[in-house]
């Protein structure tokens, strides 16, 4: 599967997130399951580490914060996709996270980027987020509380 492809479509989805790490996927996975991948058996496929990946994502998605254990369960991929490689976004409009810096030298940080965070930071200049990887070590919950005022505000989409 060279080029996997989890989630919403490019065409469908809200928000791409561009990851340097391919999950471990059931040995019987199918078109349905790569288009509405089931959290749980990702979870128990990949441990901790993409339960915090889904987690991440789902708290900067929702819209009611407190419902993002729902979003992450059961509603993370009816909006976002999840893409392996830069030549998989093609005409992508939407808000695209380059998670990580495997992908900075395909897609630098903009000039024009607003940098959001403290001592953890991510750049964002529409319809770019420049984030560090999925895990609470580089993104914890600070981070995430005002890259949400930036998705949910709309900053990002200040042209």
């Not at 990949?46 to 992450?72: D, F, S």
């Amino acid at each position: 599967m060279i080029n996997l492809w989890l989630g919403a479509s490019a065409s469908d989805a809200q928000y791409i997130f561009l990851l340097p790490n391919k999950p471990i996927l059931p040995d019987d996975v199918d078109e349905v399951f790569l288009a509405k991948p089931d959290s749980a058996v990702l979870i128990e496929l990949n441990g901790n580490h993409w339960r915090k990946i889904l987690t991440i994502m789902a708290k900067l998605i929702v819209q009611n914060y407190p419902a993002w254990r729902e979003c992450r369960d059961a509603n993370v991929f009816n909006q976002v996709g999840i893409a392996f490689s830069v030549d998989q976004l093609n005409d992508y409009k939407g808000i695209l996270f380059v998670v990580g810096n495997t992908f900075r030298d395909q897609l630098p940080v903009s000039k024009s980027a607003e940098e959001a965070g403290v001592k953890h930071r991510a750049y964002v200049s529409y319809p770019y987020i420049w984030c560090p990887y999925l895990d609470y070590r580089q993104f914890p919950n600070i981070l995430i509380e005002t890259l949400r005022e930036y998705i949910l505000e709309k900053k990002c989409l200040t042209l």
